[in-house]
């Protein structure tokens, strides 16, 4: 029995629980529960990440304290994650006491030991707020290309990165005011001094999946940097101890306290259960520590969070996994389109196992995105789940209770079948500890194939009709409730209220791994009810239309400037407006399509070869092969949006978008006369 601690990294305290974040503590979920069915000792640790100016200002907004506004939010996510079957161990906040002595107490050994060091930086300060500006606080004019409303960290349209003090024109968003360049001293972690012993460890087999290795080798190869760790005031979070008395108070940063939040929230549970802390966290320690994260926040967790361990004489983590992000429908999540879609709002009409086990299935050891198809996941969850594994149980139970009094069989009449399914299991665990939930979604369905075939082979409903067949219909359904009961064991860390109820049905103690070797004869099962419905597309559908509404009705974010010479209304349409200046940075031309085809592997794309009067044609990929035949659109004159950022896709890049019109799930591709000149600008 090996000792496993798990984390998944901590949701921001500054808003709900979407689906986006629900791809991550699904999967740490369920290689929680896989673990823990095969017979280890697995802890399953979070927190709200709980400071930073971010909350702060949104504390002031809802006219709350800062710690009112954490407590308030904490709820809302423990609520969700209850919702979604998340069984944390223990659920805490970084704001705590024990994170405030596991913060002071690595920065005090790091600068005792000389990693800490001092500087003085300018920043963009924002006069009427009285604060220093982070990146997400500060717009301008890219200093690269020019184009407006940029963060003040990177381009969105150039993909240029940059200093916020580099802005031209900047201006803050919190204020709409123009702040000003103003010195500060800050406290820094020597990082670059780390550097060979972080290249050992992310090269360590199994640490880190390959394309995070490759991502790291380019960091190195650019040369760490010193990292930045510390906050001026006002600042929710930490103040760093032993400061001269003379300067302002200096805050941790909130990704120095971050990921200590770990540790606190398991020193929190070690107290309250008698569980040795320092055996997990001591350097020499022969436990297991994984955290799994998104692929956006590697660098804090595989550079800053090992290297800070590593100089203050902790344990470093066994790996670190990471994942993609989710898509909806093949596109970023969209407020206007309802694919921005909230937990509670899923909650509301939807069961959260037909999401996890979506997720499973679509879930690998990679760190590739992910897409929930809202048509394929109803078509998935009704036949794999429903159609497949809970129609096993549905087309045995009442023959066993009719014939048998709810008795099974004395003995196993098909024992080849059934042995090669508990066989199985050693694969299927093995696929879920190396994180291949699709690969053990797949092996489950086709244990589920073979038993349907069976049944469908010895047709028991039609054997029953035949006078003195009743015996032996009892001996093929009683192999039929076997193999139900080895496909629920497999399951269960996905679909943990399904084994529940699956459970009290089969009258069984256990559905660990180890449990499928006990063959179920001469046992008696309880009466057979309805174990999970079929997904409808009427609830998907109201999903989606809440989604709309419930996020049309949030206040829209001080996040630009607003156009003062401009008068804009809202449109009674939408709810949303622009002005004419929104829409010119628009660019539209007319496109010949000089070739379309099919794309191998992806059953909804179309590849256009566009000239859009350029020196070069344009690749773009478009989302039409349902409603258009590549041949139906070669040669035609389409409208072209040509200056979107380039989009990289598995199939290669898409360098613009093909307008049409959709209106009642039909879509039009608008078509030009073809005496209209590619190149030509749309006005």
């Given at each position: 029995?090996?000792?496993?601690?798990?984390?998944?990294?901590?949701?921001?305290?500054?808003?709900?629980?979407?689906?986006?974040?629900?791809?991550?503590?699904?999967?740490?979920?369920?290689?929680?529960?896989?673990?823990?069915?095969?017979g280890?000792?697995?802890?399953?640790?979070?927190?709200?990440?709980?400071?930073?100016t971010?909350?702060?200002?949104?504390?002031?907004?809802?006219?709350?304290?800062?710690?009112e506004?954490?407590?308030?939010?904490?709820?809302?996510?423990?609520?969700?994650?209850?919702?979604?079957?998340?069984?944390?161990?223990?659920?805490?906040?970084?704001?705590?006491?024990?994170?405030?002595?596991?913060?002071?107490?690595?920065?005090?050994k790091?600068?005792?030991?000389?990693?800490?060091?001092?500087?003085?930086?300018?920043?963009?300060?924002?006069?009427?707020?009285?604060?220093?500006?982070?990146?997400?606080?500060?717009?301008?004019?890219?200093?690269?290309?020019?184009?407006?409303?940029?963060?003040?960290?990177?381009?969105?349209?150039?993909?240029?990165?940059?200093?916020?003090?580099?802005?031209?024109?900047?201006?803050?968003?919190?204020?709409?005011?123009?702040?000003?360049?103003?010195?500060?001293?800050?406290?820094?972690?020597?990082?670059?001094?780390?550097?060979?012993?972080?290249?050992?460890?992310t090269?360590?087999?199994?640490?880190?999946?390959?394309?995070?290795?490759?991502?790291?080798?380019?960091?190195?190869?650019?040369?760490?940097?010193?990292?930045?760790i510390?906050?001026?005031?006002?600042?929710?979070?930490?103040?760093?101890?032993?400061?001269?008395?003379?300067?302002?108070?200096?805050?941790?940063?909130?990704?120095?306290?971050?990921?200590?939040?770990?540790?606190?929230?398991?020193?929190?549970?070690?107290?309250?259960?008698?569980?040795?802390?320092?055996?997990?966290?001591?350097?020499?320690?022969?436990?297991?520590?994984?955290?799994?994260?998104?692929?956006?926040?590697?660098?804090?967790?595989?550079?800053?969070?090992?290297?800070?361990?590593?100089?203050?004489?902790?344990?470093?983590?066994?790996?670190?996994?990471?994942?993609?992000f989710?898509?909806v429908?093949?596109?970023?999540?969209?407020?206007?389109?309802?694919?921005?879609?909230?937990?509670?709002?899923?909650?509301?009409?939807?069961?959260p196992?037909?999401?996890?086990?979506?997720?499973?299935?679509?879930?690998?050891?990679?760190?590739?995105?992910?897409?929930?198809?809202?048509?394929?996941?109803?078509?998935?969850?009704?036949?794999?789940?429903?159609?497949?594994?809970?129609?096993?149980?549905?087309?045995?139970?009442?023959?066993?209770?009719?014939?048998?009094?709810?008795?099974?069989?004395?003995?196993?009449?098909e024992?080849?079948?059934?042995?090669?399914?508990?066989?199985?299991?050693?694969?299927?665990a093995?696929?879920?500890?190396?994180?291949?939930?699709?690969?053990?979604?797949?092996?489950?369905?086709?244990?589920?194939?073979?038993?349907?075939?069976?049944?469908?082979?010895?047709?028991?409903?039609?054997?029953?009709k035949?006078?003195?067949?009743?015996?032996?219909?009892?001996?093929?359904?009683?192999?039929?409730?076997?193999?139900?009961?080895?496909?629920?064991?497999?399951?269960?860390?996905?679909?943990?209220?399904?084994?529940?109820?699956?459970?009290?049905?089969?009258?069984?103690?256990?559905?660990?791994?180890?449990?499928?070797?006990?063959?179920?004869?001469?046992?008696?099962?309880?009466?057979?009810?309805?174990?999970?419905?079929?997904?409808?597309?009427?609830?998907?559908?109201?999903?989606?239309?809440?989604?709309?509404?419930?996020?049309?009705?949030?206040?829209?974010?001080?996040?630009?400037?607003?156009?003062?010479?401009?008068?804009?209304?809202?449109?009674?349409?939408?709810?949303e407006?622009?002005?004419?200046?929104?829409?010119?940075?628009?660019?539209?031309?007319?496109?010949?399509?000089?070739?379309?085809?099919?794309?191998?592997?992806?059953d909804?794309?179309?590849?256009?070869?566009?000239?859009?009067?350029?020196?070069?044609?344009?690749?773009?990929?478009?989302?039409?092969?349902?409603?258009y035949?590549?041949?139906?659109?070669?040669?035609?004159?389409?409208?072209?949006?040509?200056?979107?950022?380039?989009?990289?896709?598995?199939?290669?890049?898409?360098?613009?978008?093909?307008?049409?019109?959709?209106?009642?799930?039909?879509?039009?591709?608008?078509?030009?006369?073809?005496?209209?000149?590619?190149?030509?600008?749309?006005?």
């Open positions: 029995m090996r000792k496993i601690l798990v984390t998944s990294a901590l949701p921001y305290a500054n808003g709900p629980i979407h689906l986006g974040h629900l791809v991550e503590y699904i999967q740490t979920d369920v290689w929680v529960r896989a673990m823990k069915a095969q280890h000792d697995v802890k399953y640790v979070c927190a709200d990440d709980a400071h930073g971010a909350i702060m200002l949104k504390a002031q907004d809802n006219g709350v304290t800062p710690e506004q954490i407590a308030t939010v904490k709820a809302s996510h423990e609520k969700d994650f209850s919702s979604f079957l998340i069984n944390f161990d223990n659920y805490y906040s970084t704001h705590s006491p024990e994170n405030e002595k596991f913060s002071q107490e690595i920065y005090t790091l600068n005792e030991r000389g990693y800490i060091f001092t500087k003085n930086v300018e920043q963009l300060f924002d006069t009427e707020k009285g604060l220093f500006l982070a990146d997400r606080f500060v717009k301008g004019e890219c200093p690269k290309c020019g184009a407006k409303d940029q963060y003040g960290d990177n381009c969105e349209v150039c993909s240029a990165t940059y200093n916020a003090t580099e802005l031209k024109n900047p201006y803050s968003t919190l204020s709409q005011s123009t702040p000003i360049v103003k010195e500060s001293k800050h406290y820094f972690f020597d990082l670059p001094r780390f550097t060979d012993f972080l290249q050992g460890f090269k360590e087999n199994g640490r880190l999946q390959t394309s995070i290795t490759n991502k790291l080798n380019e960091w190195f190869e650019a040369g760490l940097q010193p990292w930045d510390s906050r001026d005031a006002p600042y929710f979070g930490f103040k760093i101890p032993n400061t001269p008395t003379d300067e302002p108070d200096k805050y941790f940063y909130v990704w120095l306290d971050a990921p200590v939040g770990y540790m606190a929230s398991f020193k929190n549970l070690c107290e309250r259960e008698g569980i040795d802390f320092d055996a997990y966290f001591k350097k020499d320690s022969a436990t297991e520590l994984y955290h799994f994260i998104g692929k956006d926040i590697v660098y804090f967790h595989a550079l800053f969070w090992p290297a800070m361990l590593h100089g203050t004489d902790y344990r470093t983590p066994t790996a670190i996994n990471a994942h993609g989710l898509t429908n093949g596109e970023k999540m969209s407020k206007s389109r309802g694919t921005f879609i909230k937990a509670e709002t899923y909650i509301n009409h939807l069961n196992e037909y999401l996890r086990y979506y997720f499973a299935s679509k879930l690998s050891d990679t760190v590739e995105d992910i897409n929930l198809d809202l048509d394929d996941f109803m078509q998935k969850v009704n036949s794999d789940l429903v159609g497949k594994v809970v129609n096993i149980a549905s087309r045995s139970a009442n023959f066993i209770h009719k014939n048998n009094g709810g008795k099974l069989a004395n003995e196993i009449t024992k080849v079948l059934l042995q090669d399914i508990i066989d199985a299991g050693d694969e299927i093995k696929a879920y500890e190396n994180r291949e939930f699709s690969r053990a979604m797949r092996l489950i369905m086709a244990c589920a194939d073979k038993a349907n075939e069976y049944i469908d082979d010895k047709k028991p409903w039609a054997l029953n035949v006078d003195g067949k009743q015996a032996e219909v009892v001996d093929v359904c009683t192999v039929a409730v076997n193999i139900f009961r080895q496909l629920i064991v497999y399951l269960s860390p996905v679909l943990p209220e399904l084994a529940r109820k699956a459970q009290e049905f089969l009258n069984i103690d256990s559905l660990t791994f180890d449990s499928r070797h006990e063959i179920l004869t001469s046992h008696r099962i309880n009466a057979f009810s309805p174990l999970m419905s079929r997904v409808e597309k009427e609830k998907i559908d109201a999903m989606v239309n809440d989604s709309k509404s419930s996020l049309a009705e949030e206040p829209a974010k001080k996040d630009k400037k607003p156009d003062k010479t401009t008068k804009t209304e809202t449109s009674e349409i939408t709810g407006f622009i002005n004419i200046d929104d829409f010119a940075k628009v660019t539209m031309k007319v496109a010949k399509v000089l070739e379309c085809n099919s794309v191998a592997g992806a909804k794309l179309l590849q256009f070869t566009l000239d859009v009067g350029e020196e070069k044609t344009r690749n773009v990929f478009s989302g039409i092969a349902k409603f035949k590549p041949e139906e659109l070669a040669g035609k004159t389409v409208i072209c949006v040509t200056n979107l950022a380039p989009r990289k896709m598995k199939f290669g890049v898409s360098e613009g978008m093909i307008l049409s019109a959709e209106k009642d799930g039909q879509l039009q591709v608008v078509i030009l006369p073809d005496s209209m000149v590619a190149g030509a600008t749309l006005a």
